[in-house]
């Protein structure tokens, strides 16, 4: 089965930055599309940022400039490095893995950027 297990969340101040990774196993990393998304509260999902398996990325206009997306396939792990945080970065945090025909998401990480 597949598991994603997510981690490096935490309270930050603005202007911070954080970490998340986001461990595979079950899965064949090397050719999956991978993704973050976050949820506020009191709002719906959001697309953060994506990677594919070529190593393109894209990112939510939101995001663009202060968060990178990136992939260690000997890791089997994917990370989102967050720059220059804001309060309205606040959300937990869900790593998505995707190949044809299936994905799966990670159980979600909090994020809390605050004085």
């Known amino acids: 089965q597949v598991q994603l297990v997510e981690s490096g969340g935490g309270l930050v101040q603005p202007g911070g930055s954080l970490r998340l990774s986001c461990a595979a196993s079950?899965?064949?990393?090397?050719?999956?599309?991978l993704a973050w998304y976050r949820q506020a509260p009191g709002k719906e999902r959001e697309f953060v940022a994506s990677?594919?398996?070529?190593?393109?990325?894209n990112y939510a206009d939101s995001v663009k400039g202060r968060f990178t997306i990136s992939r260690d396939n000997a890791k089997k792990t994917q990370y989102l490095q967050m720059n220059s945080l804001k309060a309205e970065d606040t959300a937990v945090y869900y790593c998505?893995?995707?190949?044809?025909?299936?994905?799966?998401w990670g159980q979600g990480t909090q994020v809390t950027v605050s004085s």
């Open positions: 998505r893995i995707a190949t044809t025909g299936f994905y799966d």
């Open positions: 079950g899965i064949m990393f090397s050719i999956a599309a």
């Open positions: 990677i594919t398996r070529e190593g393109i990325t």
